[in-house]
């Protein structure tokens, strides 16, 4: 078999198996023979010429099918690619662009875990149905599972785009309504969540509250980022994509000092080593620490709230504290109006003392006579 529209069958220099090659997309393929029932590769002998003529032939047939029928066709090439290769593609497009961050990385590393070594063809819209079950089940939000499946949906279709796949599975999107947190914390609170969080994670929180900042934009913080009175966050770790840079004032002056005395690590030698890193366990990034915060939550009375519940309670309090919300903004950095809205959260009580001003100032103003709000 030798002609182009036929294929041929043929015996690598140097490999006891048959091989086939024919040509898909006006591209030659190469690939070992199989045994039609077993799959098992064919050794190069005249008797297993026939069965690799006939695995050749499905090829064939399976070509003709997608140009018939619209039946996609599964090159060698495609069928090698893993998941893994999606996820190198993806990271190496999000660098290109500047995309590529801590946050994007916290969520990649889960998928490379379950899925990496899974080959690209494997991982069908019913996989992914049962992968997003799993996740549901032990208990992430719709919104996490999402920035999951949506990095992934990401990797597939730049990899049709590089012509590396044809065929991606269906992910569906769950939805988002009624997913907006409320929670915030009052200080008290907050003080006794604090107590019950393993040391290295206190400063770590305290920050958190004080500055409103995401917890991958304060874990991404390293020496080399704090200046004289002033912390710098690169523009890669922040959510906005520009740089920002928070005076060292108060609290936070006290943090980053305490971080700074904890600087030295002791080696497995006793010898002492510095680590990069503003807030560190034992010297290397925190990482995931929901159960040690939900742990801490619970113990102090305030169970379901999350770390990211620090950011609207940092929102809330600089509004409540005077700070105009282009200042706050800066703060927290927050891109948009309604976001930090939305974030700025106002207890009943700031609203009875807002009511309360305002009747009084129009009264002032007008001579009226106002009835004083009682707190029943």
Same mark, same amino acid.
């Given at each position: 078999? &030798?002609?182009?529209?036929?294929?041929?069958?043929?015996?690598?220099?140097?490999?006891?198996?048959?091989?086939?090659?024919?040509?898909? /997309?006006?591209?030659?393929?190469?690939?070992?023979?199989?045994?039609?029932?077993?799959?098992?590769?064919?050794?190069?002998?005249?008797? &297993?010429?026939?069965?690799?003529?006939?695995?050749?032939?499905? +090829?064939?047939?399976?070509?003709?099918?997608?140009?018939?029928?619209? $039946?996609?066709?599964?090159?060698?090439?495609?069928?090698?690619?893993?998941?893994?290769?999606?996820?190198?593609?993806?990271?190496?497009?999000?660098?290109?662009?500047? %995309?590529?961050?801590?946050?994007?990385?916290?969520?990649?590393?889960?998928? =490379?875990?379950?899925?990496?070594?899974?080959?690209?063809?494997?991982?069908?819209?019913?996989? $992914?149905?049962?992968?997003?079950?799993?996740?549901?089940?032990?208990?992430?939000? /719709? *919104?996490?599972?999402?920035?999951?499946?949506?990095?992934?949906?990401?990797?597939?279709?730049?990899?049709?785009? &590089?012509?590396?796949?044809?065929? !991606?599975?269906? $992910?569906?999107?769950?939805?988002?309504?009624?997913?907006?947190?409320?929670?915030?914390?009052?200080?008290?609170?907050?003080?006794?969540?604090?107590?019950?969080?393993?040391?290295?994670?206190?400063?770590?929180?305290?920050?958190?509250?004080?500055?409103?900042?995401?917890?991958?934009?304060?874990?991404?913080?390293?020496?080399?980022?704090?200046?004289?009175?002033?912390?710098?966050?690169?523009?890669?770790?922040?959510?906005?994509?520009?740089?920002?840079?928070? !005076?060292?004032?108060?609290?936070?002056?006290?943090?980053?000092? =305490?971080?700074?005395?904890?600087?030295? $690590?002791?080696?497995? &030698?006793?010898?002492? =080593?510095?680590?990069?890193?503003?807030?560190?366990?034992?010297?290397?990034?925190?990482?995931?620490? =929901?159960?040690?915060?939900?742990?801490?939550?619970?113990?102090?009375?305030?169970?379901?709230?999350?770390?990211?519940?620090?950011?609207?309670?940092?929102? +809330?309090?600089?509004?409540?504290?005077?700070?105009?919300?282009?200042?706050?903004?800066?703060?927290?950095?927050?891109?948009?109006?309604?976001?930090?809205?939305?974030?700025?959260?106002?207890?009943?009580?700031?609203?009875?003392?807002?009511?309360?001003?305002?009747?009084?100032?129009?009264? *002032?103003?007008?001579?009226?006579?106002?009835?004083?709000?009682? %707190?029943?």
């Amino acid at each position: 078999m &030798n002609t182009r529209g036929q294929g041929r069958v043929f015996q690598q220099k140097g490999s006891p198996y048959w091989y086939v090659a024919y040509y898909a /997309n006006g591209e030659e393929q190469r690939e070992s023979a199989k045994h039609i029932r077993t799959g098992l590769k064919l050794q190069a002998t005249e008797k &297993n010429r026939h069965e690799a003529e006939r695995y050749l032939k499905g +090829r064939l047939h399976d070509i003709a099918a997608e140009q018939r029928h619209g $039946i996609t066709f599964v090159g060698p090439q495609q069928q090698r690619l893993r998941i893994s290769d999606l996820l190198d593609g993806l990271e190496q497009d999000y660098k290109l662009r500047d %995309k590529w961050s801590v946050k994007v990385s916290s969520v990649v590393k889960p998928l =490379r875990e379950h899925f990496g070594t899974w080959r690209a063809v494997e991982v069908t819209s019913e996989v $992914i149905g049962r992968y997003i079950e799993g996740l549901r089940a032990d208990e992430y939000s /719709n *919104a996490s599972v999402n920035r999951r499946t949506q990095l992934l949906g990401q990797a597939f279709k730049l990899a049709v785009r &590089n012509k590396q796949f044809t065929n !991606p599975p269906f $992910i569906p999107r769950l939805s988002e309504v009624g997913n907006e947190r409320q929670g915030f914390f009052e200080t008290a609170d907050f003080e006794s969540v604090v107590e019950h969080l393993p040391e290295y994670l206190r400063d770590f929180s305290r920050f958190g509250f004080v500055t409103g900042w995401r917890k991958g934009s304060i874990e991404s913080l390293r020496w080399s980022d704090v200046g004289d009175g002033v912390v710098y966050l690169r523009a890669e770790n922040s959510k906005t994509r520009k740089a920002e840079t928070l !005076p060292l004032e108060g609290e936070l002056r006290d943090i980053v000092e =305490r971080c700074r005395a904890a600087q030295a $690590i002791e080696d497995e &030698n006793g010898g002492k =080593r510095f680590t990069k890193y503003v807030f560190h366990r034992d010297g290397e990034p925190i990482g995931d620490f =929901r159960k040690a915060w939900a742990t801490a939550c619970k113990k102090a009375g305030v169970p379901n709230r999350l770390f990211h519940d620090l950011r609207r309670t940092a929102s +809330r309090n600089l509004i409540a504290a005077g700070v105009p919300q282009a200042v706050a903004m800066k703060i927290t950095g927050h891109r948009t109006d309604s976001m930090f809205r939305r974030y700025a959260i106002v207890n009943e009580e700031q609203k009875r003392e807002a009511l309360a001003k305002t009747q009084q100032h129009i009264a *002032a103003a007008a001579g009226r006579k106002v009835v004083a709000m009682g %707190k029943g």
